[in-house]
């Protein structure tokens, strides 16, 4: 029984590359939630998606950012041409189902741009 | 959509002692309020959840207290421990499906 398998755990990436975080869910779980943590800072929220649908977007930036989450498969957080802004720790979480149920974390991926 | 405040930012205990940090809401519609707890280098793990039917959870040393009217919520840890120590965050789920987080609270316990 996993819980939120994220990988890779770490990623180095220099700028103008792509970067792709991905999240497989909790088995049966058909929500998923990404958010970016800056050091020392708070759970900022990105997205959140369910199968084959994009359900909130309002928290990603208007480029270079996407989000899928396909009928089979992981979701996959997509950043192109990576900037040093956007090394931080971005963490996947789902949940069962709608309504007020708990959210699993993964463990995160850390992304440093260098 | 909603918005989370969380105060204080740092916390700093005697082990034994209790520690408070509180969380206020905007979206009188927001009807389920996590908190977790999260130690350096790992994720956020739920520590302890209330749903706005309830004005009061505990779980062992660990209480959430709720006050709708009001749109705050609070943690309260008794018997503060060193492994207490760790950054602690409330979130509110609004509209059935998205969490908002607060800012974080760096608690230390101090032995």
């Known amino acids: 029984n996993a819980g939120v398998m994220q990988n890779p755990r770490h990623l180095v990436r220099r700028r103008g590359q792509e970067a792709r975080l991905r999240c497989s869910p909790v088995?049966?779980?058909?929500?998923v939630y990404w958010y970016r943590q800056l050091p020392e800072e708070g759970l900022k929220f990105m997205v959140y998606?369910?199968?084959?649908?994009?359900?909130?977007e309002s928290g990603m930036p208007k480029e270079r950012f996407s989000a899928e989450f396909p009928k089979e498969g992981p979701s996959i957080l997509r950043i192109q041409q990576v900037v040093r802004g956007d090394s931080a720790a971005y963490f996947c979480?789902?949940?069962?189902?709608?309504?007020?149920?708990?959210?699993?974390f993964g463990q995160g991926t850390r992304l440093t741009v260098v | 959509g909603e918005n989370v405040e969380q105060h204080p930012s740092t916390l700093s205990v005697q082990e034994g002692d209790s520690a408070v940090i509180k969380c206020t809401y905007s979206?009188?519609?927001?009807?389920?309020f996590p908190w977790y707890k999260q130690e350096l280098g790992k994720r956020p793990q739920l520590i302890i959840d209330?749903?706005?039917?309830?004005g009061e959870k505990k779980d062992q040393r660990i209480a959430v207290t709720l006050n709708k009217t009001a749109k705050h919520f609070s943690l309260h840890i008794t018997e503060t421990q060193p492994e207490d120590s760790a950054v602690y965050f409330c979130?509110?789920?609004?509209?059935?499906?998205?969490?908002?987080f607060g800012s974080g609270t760096k608690l230390n316990v101090k032995p």
């Open positions: 209330i749903r706005s039917n309830v």
């Open positions: 088995k049966g779980h058909s929500h």
């Open positions: 998606l369910q199968k084959e649908n994009i359900i909130d």
């Open positions: 979206d009188s519609a927001s009807n389920y």
């Open positions: 979130a509110a789920m609004y509209n059935f499906n998205k969490f908002y």
């Open positions: 979480a789902s949940s069962p189902a709608r309504g007020d149920t708990e959210a699993f």
